[in-house]
């Protein structure tokens, strides 16, 4: 692989994949980054690359997240718990937090595969390779998804123009 096509891949899917990723852990670009790192080193080239690193993101991430977990559970019981000093501040609610709080009230699975057709730009085939789900299940929950973010998205919109 060449450092053209490559940069290709983290310009066009990164932004992507670290959504992928910051479902699952608190370091998506590290997540993002050992999936290329990964891809760089393989011995042949996946035949799908994108869909390959997706999986590859989200199981790191997922890894990542166990590592984090068991980090916090060693350190809870030396007594060293901190805060969490990257959790954004609660702001002035607009349609970016409607729709992020949406987003967070959907089922991990519904959302996974709303970002990764709409901001992966994947198609329904490879989104159905990433998270392992029939086609049909993917298309169906996409669209289901779609109707309840709307549903989740509008009551929040009407309170805060009657403001």
């Known amino acids: 692989m060449n450092c053209e ?3 290709t891949l983290i310009d066009t899917h990164g932004a992507a994949m670290q959504l992928v990723a910051r479902q699952y852990c608190n370091h998506p670009d590290d997540a993002v ?3 290329f790192i990964a891809l760089v080193s393989l011995p042949t080239l996946p035949r799908d690359r994108v869909a390959w690193l997706f999986t590859t993101v989200r199981r790191q991430a997922m890894n990542m997240a166990r590592s984090d977990a068991r980090r916090q559970k060693h350190h809870a019981a030396a ?3 901190r805060p969490n000093w990257f959790v954004a501040d609660p702001i002035t609610p607009n ?3 409607d729709c992020q709080a949406a987003l ?3 089922t991990p699975a519904n959302r996974e595969i709303v970002i990764l057709r709409i901001w992966g730009e994947q198609s329904f085939e490879q989104i159905a390779q990433v998270v392992q789900l029939p086609l049909s299940t993917v298309h169906r ?3 289901s998804t ?3 973010l709307e549903t989740l998205i509008e009551p929040a919109r ?3 123009k009657k403001s």
């Open 79 to 81: 007594g060293e718990m």
């Open 95 to 97: 349609y970016w937090d």
């Open 33 to 35: 980054q050992e999936a």
């Open 141 to 143: 929950r996409y669209h």
């Open 104 to 106: 967070e009230q959907i």
């Open 146 to 148: 779609l109707v309840e």
């Open 158 to 160: 009407t309170i805060e």
């Open 5 to 7: 096509s490559l940069q």
